[in-house]
């Protein structure tokens, strides 16, 4: 493990107070001229450094967390400390759930919290069944072909899949499939942006612009094409009387969720 990190490690505090390792810039290079996946650098930054670790993409140290005791160190202990200021992701997620921080974090928080909850789930148990029979069937295909697969990307598909069925009502077509390739093309290349906003949006403006096209599509179809075979998603549901947060009383002195 010594041989693969730098002779002088970061000066970033660590959840225990030590200073974080940084992997190899020779292994990342290795890494970026193979085209290789995040998920791969991630698994082997944890790999040879454990589970507080980090790797150089830009000009700044990315550290990644994944050892349980500094994961909750960092989101329930001491969250005051992890404020998250990245422009970059920004550019692709807005001022959303993952890149809001303190009183925002918190109302989009509670507001997404119901959502994944046992009965809240359990909303969209036939979605995600459908979208892996979808899965089951396509490689059942491929073994009576003798085809190949490559088991991450069909796995990245059957997410988009589930994802698809569940704000649409509707199963991923393959247009939409390939509108959505632009997703990852932005992800991937967030870590190496400028750290000038203007001159990262500009970098990635095509990948962008095809993400913004691509949304407004599917919640236009969305909002026209009504409920799908198990309902409507998340783009077409409507609070009663159409006004958010409104329920009505279910007969039993409890309320009762609009469908």
């Not at 991923?172 to 990262?200: I, N």
Request: with cysteine; hydrophobic share 40%.
């Amino acid at each position: 493990m010594a041989s693969h990190a730098r002779p002088g490690p970061l000066p970033v505090p660590s959840p225990a107070g030590r200073p974080v390792p940084e992997l190899d810039p020779a292994l990342v290079r290795d890494w970026q001229a193979g085209g290789g996946e995040p998920i791969d650098l991630f698994a082997q930054a944890r790999a040879r450094l454990g589970g507080v670790a980090a790797f150089r993409l830009g000009p700044r140290p990315t550290v990644l967390v994944t050892a349980p005791e500094a994961v909750q160190h960092v989101l329930a202990l001491r969250p005051e400390l992890y404020v998250k200021r990245s422009h970059r992701a920004r550019l692709l997620i807005g001022d959303g759930l993952l890149a809001a921080t303190g009183d925002a974090w918190q109302r989009q928080r509670r507001l997404l919290q119901s959502q994944f909850t046992g009965p809240g789930m359990r909303r969209y148990e036939q979605r995600i069944s459908e979208a892996a029979r979808t899965t089951a069937a396509r490689w059942a295909a491929y073994a009576r072909d003798g085809q190949v697969l490559d088991v991450g990307e069909e796995m990245r598909r059957f997410a988009l899949d589930t994802i698809w069925r569940s704000l649409t009502g509707h199963p991923l077509v393959p247009g939409t499939e390939r509108e959505l390739a632009a997703v990852p093309a932005v992800v991937a290349a967030l870590p190496g942006l400028p750290a000038d906003g203007v001159a990262a949006q500009g970098a990635v403006a095509a990948e962008l612009a095809r993400i913004d096209a691509l949304s407004s599509r599917a919640i236009a179809a969305a909002s026209t094409a009504g409920a799908g075979p198990h309902g409507p998603g998340l783009l077409t549901g409507r609070p009663c009387g159409g006004r958010p947060g409104r329920r009505r009383g279910n007969g039993r002195g409890g309320p009762k969720r609009c469908r």
